[in-house]
Structure formats: structure tokens, C-alpha cells
């Protein structure tokens, strides 16, 4: 028998045992909980309370993470076996409770075979050891890959494409992430640091949430990076995460940020987080994304002499925006996404009204004539279209951007702006830290206005048609065809 080294030996032991217990679970198949345009996501029979995710960086943002995953759960029905969603990444072995698990890969989910049949209501702790892999098609989400590192852009369905997880946004839970990299980089992640390990030529960095938060708003950047520290409104902590070389260059635009939250807390109440800032990566995405209490923009968002100011600092707004709307109000299903969009966008148009000269009364005009044409092309707001196979991004358009702000502005012309504003605060206060639905939005909406508002948002959350605009008689919708 040639020598085998006993690191071979363990390998070659792991990888049988894990093939055993594969074979060991029948027929394995993905579930989910019937969301209506991603409908194998999340899964049905358990309740996740937190998750510990530690990742391992080896210095390269082309090479996998060693990871472990646990999560702390409760089962809500019985079960015999438990799905994760899970992809883009490999599965040595898993534990319930301490104890080996049989598992196997269907499609997108990892299928794990407790010990024994669980009953309703019983504490899981389920531990997952893995790789976390970057790479996979240019915008499929998970793993974004900067110029020195990592960052994460989970949204709407990429989460699992970096750690097992249950994810979808119904199911939200408090998250620890302890990232190891070597000693010269820099590790970040959502909510507050808990503490660095140095050990060698690595560290160890810990971040626990104080708030649960969806899968889908994750977020972890490593690179090299400096962490600008500021104070907010009440004392709140500040930080932004800045690729080193560029700090000098940010500083003006991180300096507004103290004074949009102050803005944001005038119009719907206090920041409903822990900390917050601004994550500027080094990489193209074409979009900027709300990760919870850390938004991430692109560099060159700031750097670009061509975007107007104005326009810089309503974007800005807009992901802070979210972190009321999205982040703390989460939607129950995505197609509710017109609540998050709808809103941020709101605001991003509110501010530029009032600190650049930039008349909400127009944009909601230019909306209105467009909004005709975002529906026949995307869906009603509340009713959206299912996206095409590989571009689950073509579910963010125009319809849940201006065509849904343009909701918000009826609505305040139905009512009135002192109900508006009421309406604004009670949803924020009333569903702060979990998730909402459309229908809240509309009973809540009729108990402030006092009167039943159903027939009214019938037309403009569902119809193919934009009703008439109250107040604005002569407004008119472009037809479809003239659409450009």
C-alpha cells in the first residue's frame, strides 16, 4: 500500500462519511414557502432565531471561505427533515444538536435527515460546516468581488449563495459574524464590533446585531479598508467603511450623513438601529443596496464628477431611507417589495425638494405619465411580474421605484398631509423589528384616515391602469407604446 499522509487519510475518511450519509437520505427535494415570485425560497416548518456564521478568508477573493454556519431555531410543526436554502459552496458535515446528520443537495436547498422525527416546538441548533465560495455569473448576487476583498449583495435571493440559511425576508433572526483574515486587511460587518482575536498572522473580528434583520440584508466587506468613525443624532455611532486610499476624497460626502439621519428622524421618528453608514466598495455593481445598518454604494458613485450633487445626496437618502422602510419594516413576501421601494424613493424625491430645488410635484407628474407603460411592462406595484430565469433583478423597475412613490403622493392627496405623516410614524412604530404586508398598509392607512381606503388602493396597488390622480384632474398617462 503506498503511504497516505494522515491529512489525506482524514480527507479521504470525510469525504466517504459524507458521501455515506448522503446516500443514506432518499429522494431529497427542495421546498419553499410559496412566495409568489420566488417560490422556493425559505422553507416551511422551523423558525430561525440567530445565526453565528464564521468565515475563514484566505487572502484571495477568488479562492473559497472555510465557514461554519449554526443556527439557533425552534421547530413550528412537525418534522422529518429540515431544508436550508443553500448553493455555490460545499457541505462537509453537519450536526443537529450535537449530533450527526445525514444530508444531501437538491437544486438550490441542502436537505438535512435529523437523528429522529422532530416534534413541533422543540430548540434546534443546527451546525453547518462548509466552503463560502465567490464567483458565479456578473450580478447572480452573494460574493461581490472588490478591488482588495469581498463584500456581500444578497438581495433579492443570494444570501444562500453565501452561508445555509432560511431566505427569505418573512423569517428574520439576529446574526454574530466572527471573520478571520490575515492581519492586514481589515474585516466589517452588520451591527456592532463584539471584540478581535489576533493570532499569528491573522485576526479574528466579531459583530453581533442588536435587531434581526433578513438574510437578504447581510453584510460582510474585508479588504483594505479604514473605518471613519463619527457620532450621529443621540449619541449614535457612525461608521463608514472606505477602501483606504480614498479616504481624504469621501470625507465630504461621509460628512452629510449625520445630517440626512437628522432629516430622516423629522419625518418618520427615531433611526430604528444601532449604528449606521456607508460601505463604498471599489467595484462595479450598477446599483447601490441597503444593507442593514452598513449600505453599500459604489465608489464611483462619489467619485464621478458627472453625477450632480444633488442627485449623490438623494441617493444617499434613499438607502438610508430603507433602513425604516425594508429594513425594519420588512416585507412578508416579495411581492411587497413596493412598500420598501416605494418609500425609499419617496424620500430620496422629498429631500431633493427640499434641499436642491427639485420639485416633487414634477417628478410625480413625469411619473404619472410613465405609469401607464412600467405597468404594462412590469406589473401593477403590488402585483408584480414574475423575473425572466437568470435576471431576478429585472424584479427592481420602474413601477416599484417612481410608479410606487407615485402611490405615496396620491395617497397624501387623498388624505391630506397631516394623516400622511401620522400614517407615516404608526407604520414605522407599530411593525418596527418584523415583517408587514400590504394589507397592514392599507388597513392601517384607513384607520388613520378614518374611513375604509380599500377601493382606493385597489386601483393603484392592482389595476393595469393608473386611476386618476386626486387634485391633478388633468394629469394623463402616456399609452404603453409611446413608452421610451
Known amino acids: 500500500m ?25 429522494s431529497p ?80 436547498d441542502l436537505v438535512i435527515k435529523p437523528p429522529g422525527r422532530l416534534s413541533a416546538g422543540v430548540p434546534l441548533r443546527i451546525t453547518v460546516r462548509h466552503t463560502s465560495e465567490p464567483g458565479g455569473d456578473r450580478g447572480s448576487g452573494g460574493w461581490l468581488r472588490t478591488a482588495d476583498g469581498l463584500a456581500m449583495a444578497n ?40 471584540g478581535t482575536a489576533r493570532h499569528g498572522a491573522q485576526t479574528t473580528w466579531t459583530y453581533r446585531t442588536e435587531h434581526p434583520m433578513a438574510t437578504e440584508l447581510a453584510q ?12 450621529g443624532p443621540h449619541g449614535l455611532p457612525v461608521r463608514d467603511v472606505v477602501p483606504s486610499a480614498d479616504r481624504k476624497q469621501l470625507e465630504p460626502w461621509l460628512s452629510k450623513t449625520s445630517g440626512q439621519l437628522e432629516w430622516m428622524e423629522k419625518q418618520v ?5 444601532e449604528t449606521y453608514g456607508l460601505l463604498v466598495a471599489a467595484t462595479e455593481t450598477g446599483f447601490e443596496l441597503e444593507t442593514q445598518t452598513l449600505s ?21 437618502v434613499h438607502e438610508l431611507a430603507h433602513q425604516w422602510f425594508g429594513n425594519s419594516v420588512t416585507p412578508r413576501t416579495w411581492s411587497d417589495l413596493w412598500l420598501n421601494e416605494g418609500h425609499a424613493t419617496w424620500y430620496e424625491a422629498r429631500y431633493a425638494e427640499e434641499h436642491a430645488d427639485q420639485p416633487l410635484e414634477r417628478r410625480m407628474r413625469e411619473a404619472y405619465i410613465r405609469s401607464d407603460g412600467w405597468r404594462a411592462a412590469g406589473g401593477p406595484p403590488a402585483r408584480p411580474g414574475v423575473p425572466a430565469p437568470g435576471q431576478k433583478l429585472s424584479l427592481f ?36 423589528d418584523s415583517n408587514a404586508a400590504t394589507a397592514d398598509f392599507v388597513r392601517l392607512a384607513s384607520q388613520t384616515a378614518g374611513r375604509d381606503l ?18 391633478h384632474p388633468d394629469w394623463h398617462s402616456d399609452k404603453p407604446a409611446k413608452q421610451r
Open 397 to 432: 423597475r420602474p413601477v416599484v421605484y417612481d410608479g410606487s412613490a407615485l402611490i405615496l403622493y396620491a395617497l397624501r392627496q387623498e388624505i391630506g398631509k397631516s394623516a400622511f405623516d401620522r400614517l407615516e410614524r404608526s407604520w414605522v412604530s407599530k411593525h418596527r
Open 220 to 231: 460582510v466587506t474585508i479588504g483594505r479598508s479604514t473605518v471613519l468613525k463619527r457620532t
Open 296 to 316: 453599500l454604494f459604489e465608489r464611483t458613485l462619489f467619485t464621478n464628477t458627472a453625477y450632480p450633487k444633488w442627485y449623490v445626496d438623494s441617493i444617499m
Open 2 to 26: 503506498p503511504f497516505i499522509s494522515r491529512r489525506l487519510r482524514a480527507a479521504l475518511l470525510a469525504a466517504a462519511s459524507a458521501t455515506l450519509v448522503a446516500a443514506a437520505l432518499p
Open 29 to 108: 427535494v427542495p421546498l419553499g414557502i410559496g412566495d409568489p415570485l420566488f417560490p422556493h425560497l425559505g422553507n416551511p416548518g422551523y423558525d430561525v432565531l440567530s445565526y453565528d456564521i464564521g468565515l475563514t478568508y484566505h487572502g484571495s477573493n477568488s479562492k473559497p471561505l472555510d465557514a461554519v454556519t449554526t443556527i439557533d431555531a425552534r421547530t413550528t410543526g412537525p418534522l422529518d427533515r429540515i431544508n436550508l436554502d443553500f448553493t455555490r459552496g460545499t457541505v462537509s458535515a453537519v450536526e443537529i444538536n450535537g449530533q450527526r446528520a445525514g444530508f444531501a443537495m437538491a437544486d438550490e
Open 269 to 273: 421618528g427615531p433611526y430604528p438601529f
Open 454 to 471: 380599500t377601493p382606493f388602493f385597489d386601483g393603484w396597488l392592482y389595476k393595469k391602469k393608473t386611476p386618476p390622480m386626486p387634485g
Open 155 to 194: 438581495q433579492a435571493d443570494a444570501a444562500h449563495r453565501v452561508f445555509p440559511s432560511n431566505d427569505h425576508p418573512a423569517d428574520k433572526a439576529y446574526f454574530t459574524f466572527r471573520i478571520t483574515a490575515p492581519k492586514d486587511l481589515t474585516a466589517v460587518a452588520n451591527g456592532l464590533p463584539a
